[in-house]
């Protein structure tokens, strides 16, 4: 990209909340329904004659808490408009959302260094679904999600790359899951993101430049590629002194590239007007404060919790945090430290054993969950026998290397108790001096010449003589103690 130019950019995000019914009526919403077309609908679905829409009262609670979750102004006045297109999918021929007075007004969330402005947060219903079988000339219509309780979350244009989009968009999903509102599997379509992007010269207004919409984004990765292909595409085009044309473009994952897809709708276009059939609503000042109440401990709550608490590197805290289950489970964890460290169970420090149980969680049980695409919910290692290992591992009983056998036993077996697996396959450290210095007096005399090395000023050759004793008690002698021995006896 020309380093003349400067990207603007705001995103539209779509989320579908995980409510037991859909959004005006009492058809159930739930995951699964892709698999059997047709099979969550009713009356209102099919926008049968007659038929009544009843907002859905929790679907209103849950936006609500997000607009509270992202510092926005909670609407006291709010009330649902008809928004008029046609599409098959779409049976009523209009989409019942909120144009004027949206239940949430501007907010911010913090990405890094920078604040990202939020316009607003508003409900609507979601379409149905259709599909085209390959080969056949007609379309296929699934009412399923018709009428899922759809939240839509508009930013200001503060965005200023494909990175900060993405990591907008990480942060946005990691808060509505600490909720619990939302699942917003963007794999699945329970979160969509759009994003509207335009450039603009060194010092000239940010919204000088002609937008261009990207629709349908399925991924985090395609959020950040999308928009660094079209800062690209647009710089280039603006060098060649070409117009930019207002329009909405797709992303083809296979070419890399964004597509012209149409012309952009304006706001008049969908002939927007209070819907009729539902009144509008009223919040008292009391019931606002209720709901802020009952908001959890949000993710970045939690993070700075964990720093002051129990005094965790940024890195560590970042990563627990990030995902709410993984939170809990180190919550867990700690709380199973103290009680051993209270019943005399554990004799190591317990800041120690819990310093040592986020670099575990984060470094070897995250890497053995990454190569098994696992989440915390999916392992079978029990809050309470990791914990058990950590004092273990804490208390000297085992070394690193016996600590990742024990640990990989755990994972790949039935999380046997750790302490049965090291007495099973004799993984006991060798804390003995007097067996540790036969083993290291058995190594000097085996290795004359690393020790003239190291004695010559080769400081390297102690660490193969360690390499050494180690490989001679099976790796269980106490590395620390082996260190001692081998300096005391070499000097």
């Not at 695409?373 to 026998?385: G, Q, V």
């Not at 067996?435 to 010559?456: F, H, I, M, T, W």
Request: charged fraction near 30%; include cysteine.
């Amino acid at each position: 990209m020309s380093t003349k130019y400067k990207a603007t950019i705001g995103m539209e995000i779509h989320v579908e909340l995980k409510t037991k019914s859909k959004m005006f009526s009492g058809a159930p919403n739930h995951l699964g329904m892709e698999d059997r077309p047709n099979v969550s609908i009713d009356s209102v679905t099919t926008a049968q004659p007659g038929s009544l829409p009843v907002p859905n009262r929790q679907a209103i609670e849950f936006v609500q808490k997000a607009g509270l979750a992202l510092n926005c102004e909670i609407a006291r006045k709010s009330k649902f408009d008809r928004k008029n297109y046609f599409y098959p999918d779409l049976p009523k021929g209009y989409q019942i959302s909120q144009f004027d007075m949206p239940l949430c007004g501007l907010g911010k969330i913090q990405i890094g260094e920078r604040e990202i402005g939020i316009t607003r947060i508003h409900m609507e219903e979601d379409t149905g679904k259709s599909t085209h079988p390959t080969g056949a000339n007609y379309t296929l219509v699934d009412l399923n999600r018709a009428g899922v309780p759809l939240m839509e979350l508009v930013t200001e244009p503060d965005i200023e790359t494909g990175e900060e989009a993405r990591l907008f968009c990480q942060k946005i999903q990691q808060v509505f899951r600490y909720l619990d509102i939302a699942d917003a599997d963007m794999e699945r379509g329970q979160m969509r993101c759009e994003v509207n992007i335009s450039l603009h010269k060194e010092g000239e207004d940010k919204l000088s430049g002609q937008k261009v919409e990207i629709k349908n984004l399925n991924s985090f990765k395609v959020v950040e590629k999308s928009i660094d292909y079209e800062i690209k595409r647009q710089a280039k085009a603006l060098d060649a002194g070409e117009t930019i044309v207002q329009e909405t473009r797709g992303w083809d994952d296979n070419k890399g590239k964004t597509v012209s897809q149409r012309k952009k709708e304006n706001a008049d276009d969908y002939r927007y007007f209070p819907e009729p059939d539902i009144p509008p609503m009223i919040f008292t000042d009391e019931y606002i404060e209720e709901l802020r109440r009952s908001l959890p401990e949000l993710p970045h709550q939690k993070e700075k919790r964990f720093k002051e608490e129990y005094n965790l590197s940024d890195e560590n805290c970042s990563v627990i945090t990030a995902d709410k289950d993984t939170a809990g489970f180190f919550e867990n964890v700690v709380s199973e430290l103290l009680d051993k460290k209270k019943s005399g169970e554990m004799k190591a420090d317990e800041k120690k054993a819990i310093k040592l149980a986020a670099n575990y969680l984060v470094g070897e049980l995250q890497g053995i969950m990454s190569k098994e695409n696992h989440k915390i919910t999916d392992i079978k290692i029990s809050a309470e026998n990791f914990a058990e290992l950590m004092g273990i591992i804490a208390d000297g009983t085992i070394n690193s290397s016996a600590a990742q056998t024990v640990l990989r036993e755990m994972y790949f077996g039935n999380d046997d108790d750790p302490s049965h697996i090291i007495e099973t396959k004799n993984l006991a450290q060798v804390s003995d001096t007097g067996e540790l210095e036969k083993s290291v007096q058995s190594v000097l005399e085996a290795n004359q010449p690393s020790v003239d090395d190291y004695k010559a000023g080769k400081e390297n050759a102690i660490k193969y003589l360690m390499g050494q004793v180690m490989k001679e008690t099976g790796g269980k002698a106490n590395p620390q103690m082996v260190m001692e021995i081998l300096k005391e006896k070499l000097n």
